[in-house]
């Protein structure tokens, strides 16, 4: 596939100045494998919260809706083929985004609405309640892949999620016909795993856990995949490859005793990563439930 066919993603989420979360971390990757991307940030900070209190730059309500009317008749819309939306900063927000998604379907049914719905982690929601409620509410029926980590799909279903089994029911009541669920059970100790639903097959990407990984690592993940998807990759190898992708990029952000994602230095691991993952056949609730 030349790079030319690979199709405009449109990646909405927080900016960064130093750093590798958010946009800084969605577009390197897909313009790595090739996509031209329009970027929108929701807000903009010197550096993740996670290193200390800083400047909160956030882009009005007014402004940020104007942008998103302006891109939904921009004369170049026939060129995305993709939208991925990440850290929102209010509701208000969240409908923009929902409408813009609406708008470019209407033209384009094939559009893909990747969202990966960035509200928490193992302490709880760390974005509004409102704010969530709304993702919930207007972004995940409009997804056609969603993307939440185990603990963002725990709030988002309302269900105490302790077990594969219970995160493949709690992803399926979502609505999305695809969800890639991260930081899922592993079945191997010392492991993480990615846990991907579409159709009447569940697939488990494992690999070895790196301590304290930098943020970021959900950002990749979901822009590696989407352009694997987007490349015409088979599911199962789409999900492997973009797995290999960021543990290698962690593993080697680990080595390097950094601070955030070492993009940078690791460009080829998005393109072309070594590292082994293992890959499991799960049995999906609708084969369970087969008369």
């Not at 991307?37 to 290193?51: E, R, S």
């Amino acid at each position: 596939m030349n790079e030319s066919d690979k199709g405009t993603v449109i990646v909405i989420s927080s900016h960064v100045v130093r750093g590798t979360v958010g946009n800084r971390a969605a577009v390197f990757a897909l313009e790595t494998l090739g996509h031209p991307v329009w970027a929108l940030p929701t807000v903009i900070l010197p550096w993740h919260p996670g290193h200390g209190k800083s400047t909160r730059v956030a882009i009005s309500t007014e402004d940020f809706d104007a942008m998103i009317s302006d891109l939904i008749r921009a004369p170049w819309r026939g060129e995305v083929k993709a939208v991925l939306s990440g850290y929102l900063g209010s509701a208000a927000q969240v409908a923009s985004v929902a409408r813009l998604v609406s708008g470019l379907k209407a033209e384009n049914p094939d559009l893909l609405y990747m969202c990966d719905p960035v509200c928490g982690d193992e302490n709880g929601l760390y974005i509004a309640e409102e704010t969530a409620v709304a993702i919930r509410d207007q972004l995940i029926p409009l997804a056609s892949i969603a993307t939440p980590n185990r603990f963002e799909l725990a709030w988002l279903s309302g269900a105490p999620l302790e077990a594969n089994a219970a995160v493949m029911e709690a992803a399926l009541s979502l609505g999305p016909s695809r969800m890639l669920v991260t930081s899922s059970l592993p079945l191997m100790a010392g492991s993480t795993g990615n846990l991907y639903l579409s159709g009447r097959s569940a697939l488990l990407a494992e690999h070895r856990l790196v301590p304290n990984p930098p943020n970021g690592t959900g950002d990749l993940l979901s822009a590696i995949f989407l352009s694997r998807l987007m490349e015409g990759l088979a599911e199962e190898r789409a999900l492997m490859m973009a797995t290999a992708s960021v543990f290698e990029i962690v593993a080697r952000t680990a080595k390097r005793g950094a601070d955030e994602l070492t993009l940078e230095q690791d460009a080829g691991s998005i393109s072309t990563p070594m590292a082994m993952v293992h890959m499991r056949r799960l049995l999906h609730p609708a084969q369970s439930k087969r008369p």
